[in-house]
Every structure is written in C-alpha cells, then in structure tokens.
C-alpha cells in the first residue's frame, strides 16, 4: 500500500514569489491536512480538506491555501513569500480526518531566500 | 485553550537504560492522543492512538499509557535504532485537527 507522497521534496524561492506543493494521500483517505515544521514552533496546523471542501483551519495569514481534488490528491499554495515561510511543509491523510490515524508524508523542505 | 506539552525536550539515554517521556494535555474533550516518531528530514511516522484513561498500547520497546490529564511514552531497554524526535499530539472532539507537542528528542548511546 502506498504511503503518502509529497512533491517536490526540495524547494528554493526568492522572496515574494508564490508556490504550489503537492501532496498524494494513502488510497481511499479522503482527509489531507497541511501542518508547517519549523525547529522553533515545531508542527503548526494549517488546514484541512475533506472532500474537496475545507473543514478546518489553523492560524495562518491568507497567503495560505489550499485546494483538494476529487481525486483527494491536494495542493497548497503560499503567495508572496516571505523568508519566516521557510519550513518543513508536511502533509497527512487520514480516513476520514477524526478518530482515526494520520498519516505523514516525507515532507516538502521550502527555503526563501 | 488546547495545549500540549511534552518533556524532557532532550533526553539521552545509555543503550539498555530505561525511562519515560512525557506528554501532557489540557484539551476541550479528548477525541485521541496520538503517538509519532520522527527521525531527521523525514515525515512523522504513526506509532500508537490512545482514546480514553488506562489504556495502555505496546509496540516492541515502547509502551504508551494515558491518563486524564497526561500520556507517557515508556521506553524498556533502548536500543540506538531508537533515536529519533517522539511527538504527542491531541485531537479534541471540536474539530479535527492535531495539536502537536514540541517533541523530545532521544539520543541512545551505545
């Protein structure tokens, strides 16, 4: 069974660019959430989608989104970067998204410079 | 507020030489308690889900126990392969998503 893949893996943006990340779920999870890592703050949730729709969201600037396809495959999208967005971008996927496990990609490394 | 705060943030143990990481919680209604490991440049990696006090859950040298207000993470007769960051997280009943601890993070010498 295949894991849950993120891409790309690595990243690097000059400041005030925008990005687009990408990340595959486990097959029949329909729940993505989105969490940001930093050394600093460790995991910070950013949202979570669940049938196209978001359900719920973290305490993010509106330079974050996100979108989930209906395939549940989902991509999130930070515009005019700035150099604090610089981070382990992780996505998880999860049957449904409550009382069940979530599980981790590998994770997209972002570096703003 | 839902809150989670694990401890020690560092810990170093000799191979062979048990202990116990800490992760406690102030959470509206808790849904689960959820245990991850972590090793350097890779995603979290799901270990155990803990729903209700006394549980307990086993996997190899890790043992995970809930209490209402706590969770610990024992770990009997470390090995270095058990090095690694080890998060807690919280999923309340309001909401689906985790919060996330800080982690520990576990350095087994041989």
């Known amino acids: 069974k295949a894991g849950v893949t993120q891409t790309p893996r690595y990243l690097i943006k000059t400041r005030g660019q925008q990005v687009t990340l990408s990340c595959s779920p486990i097959?029949?999870?329909?729940?993505v959430s989105w969490y940001q890592q930093t050394p600093g703050q460790g995991l910070q949730f950013l949202f979570e989608?669940?049938?196209?729709?978001?359900?719920n969201k973290g305490n993010f600037p509106g330079r974050f989104s996100g979108r989930q396809f209906s395939n549940s495959r989902s991509e999130m999208n930070v515009s005019t970067l700035e150099l604090g967005d610089s981070a382990l971008y992780l996505c998880?996927?999860?049957?449904?998204?409550?009382?069940?496990?979530?599980?981790f990609g590998q994770g997209t490394r972002l570096t703003v410079v | 507020e839902d809150q989670v705060t694990q401890s020690p943030e560092a810990l170093r143990l000799q191979e062979g030489e048990s202990s116990s990481l800490n992760c406690s919680y102030t959470?509206?209604?808790?849904?689960?308690l959820f245990w991850y490991r972590q090793d350097p440049g890779k995603g979290p990696e799901f270990l155990f889900t803990?729903?209700?006090a006394g549980e307990e859950k086993e996997k190899e040298r890790l043992k995970a126990t809930l209490t209402k207000k706590e969770s610990f993470l024992h770990i009997t007769a470390p090995k270095p392969e058990d090095s690694a960051t080890y998060l807690c997280?919280?999923?309340?009943?309001?909401?689906?998503?985790?919060?996330f601890g800080t982690g520990t993070s576990l350095t087994v010498i041989p």
């Open positions: 998880a996927s999860s049957l449904t998204g409550g009382h069940t496990e979530a599980f």
């Open positions: 097959s029949g999870h329909r729940s």
């Open positions: 989608y669940f049938s196209e729709t978001q359900r």
């Open positions: 959470v509206s209604g808790l849904r689960g």
């Open positions: 803990l729903y209700s």
């Open positions: 997280a919280v999923q309340a009943n309001t909401g689906n998503q985790f919060y």
